[in-house]
């Protein structure tokens, strides 16, 4: 609760001397907090522009996916299609069969880089299920 908490300040105040904290380090701030608080904030990391950014809070919500599952499963509602790939996408860490059902809907959203990556995370999900 107590990193939770300092992960807060860190993230608006920057570092002890002031400086901005860099994309990299704003995640790992993120990734202490609880899943309520930093998957919110990390859904749109995982859809900016630079890929390093991207890329590192893709990382971060697949380590965060098994505890932020029914979060992810959430975000597949949302009114934003990139926030709403970057679940499909990290809910295929999850290991949560619940999100099974959530991504198949996901086959029917309005976006097509939605559809591709529900798609994509089902077959992840599933390949090791079907090859046992």
């Known amino acids: 609760m107590i990193a939770a908490l300092i992960a807060g300040v ?6 002890a ?19 309520a608080q930093s998957v ?13 950014t991207r890329e590192s809070a893709r990382k971060a919500l697949a380590r965060l996916a098994p505890k932020a599952s029914t979060l992810l ?3 597949l509602a949302a009114s934003d299609a990139s926030i709403r790939r ?3 996408t ?7 069969l619940a999100a099974v059902f959530a991504l198949a809907t ?8 939605v559809k591709e990556r529900a798609a994509w995370a089902l077959g992840q999900m599933l390949d090791p299920v079907l090859n046992d």
Do not use: F
């Open 10 to 15: 860190l993230l608006l105040q920057g570092d």
């Open 90 to 96: 990290a809910l295929a860490s999850s290991g949560d």
């Open 17 to 35: 001397e002031g400086r901005e904290l860099s994309p990299a380090q704003r995640i790992q701030a993120l990734e202490r907090e609880p899943p």
């Open 73 to 75: 499963r959430e975000a």
């Open 86 to 88: 970057e679940a499909a």
């Open 106 to 113: 996901a086959l029917g959203d309005p976006s097509p880089e």
């Open 40 to 52: 919110p904030r990390l859904l749109p990391l995982a859809a900016d522009p630079k890929p390093g």
